[in-house]
């Protein structure tokens, strides 16, 4: 099993560009999240999905989009860069939403907006 | 709301000494508690957790943690540490009741260095 598997890893954007930032899971999950990690701030939750077809709105969704047609795969779009949504992104994800699954990561895409 | 805190952005310990990385929660109802480790530039990676039953948990790589209803805290120990356990280690938590619709919320993190 590959597991999470984010990608690019590195992507330098301009502001007001539009991209995605793709997340795969080969573990037959039914959640996965996505959040931004920056410095002093912890991880924060983006958005997140319990199964295919289903997303909600997490702690820091604006800018952001999301959705979820297959169980393995979650992308996140980004609409129009800001400078302010340079971070590291990771992709997560679990068996379900039981509250005691513990959650698995990517490695990270890390995005600079210019 | 759940929340947690990390008091220490920064720990230094000697290696071979001891080590504990402090944690306290809030939440509405019971707690469900969890560790996490980074390392740079990789994902988080589980350590351990706390669901129910036993106060000391026993995770990866010989770490445990203690929960502490009463103190509202969670922190992860070891007994000896390792300088291969420099990282950046995150405590996270739910809720029980639903109330943050079963989502974690993570602590800022504290970064653990342990000199040789």
């Known amino acids: 099993n590959a597991g999470v598997t984010q990608t690019p890893k590195f992507q330098v954007l301009k502001t007001g560009q539009s991209m995605t930032l793709q997340c795969a899971q080969d573990m037959n999950h039914e959640y996965m999240s996505w959040y931004r990690q920056d410095p002093g701030m912890g991880l924060r939750l983006i958005h997140y999905s319990v199964g295919a077809g289903i997303t909600d709105q997490g702690e820091v969704p604006n800018g952001y989009n999301v959705s979820r047609s297959t169980t393995e795969d979650f992308p996140l779009r980004l609409l129009s860069a800001a400078p302010s949504q340079t971070s590291v992104y990771f992709c997560?994800?679990?068996?379900?939403?039981?509250?005691?699954?513990?959650?698995?990561f990517g490695d990270g895409t890390r995005l600079s907006i210019l | 709301a759940q929340s947690v805190a990390q008091p220490e952005d920064q720990v230094n310990v000697a290696e071979g000494n001891p080590l504990t990385v402090k944690c306290t929660y809030s939440v509405s109802g019971n707690p469900y508690l969890f560790w996490y480790v980074q390392y740079p530039n990789r994902g988080l990676q589980f350590l351990l957790k706390?669901?129910?039953?036993?106060?000391l948990v026993k995770g990866s790589y010989g770490f445990e943690a203690e929960f502490n209803k009463s103190q509202t805290s969670f922190h992860l120990k070891k007994p000896s540490a390792l300088v291969s356990d420099s990282a950046l280690y995150f405590c996270?938590?739910?809720?029980?009741?639903?109330?943050?619709?079963?989502?974690?919320?993570f602590g800022k993190g504290t970064k653990l260095s342990v000199i040789p």
């Open positions: 706390y669901i129910t039953g036993d106060n």
């Open positions: 997560a994800s679990s068996y379900s939403q039981t509250r005691n699954q513990p959650q698995h």
């Open positions: 996270a938590v739910r809720d029980d009741t639903g109330a943050g619709s079963y989502q974690l919320t």
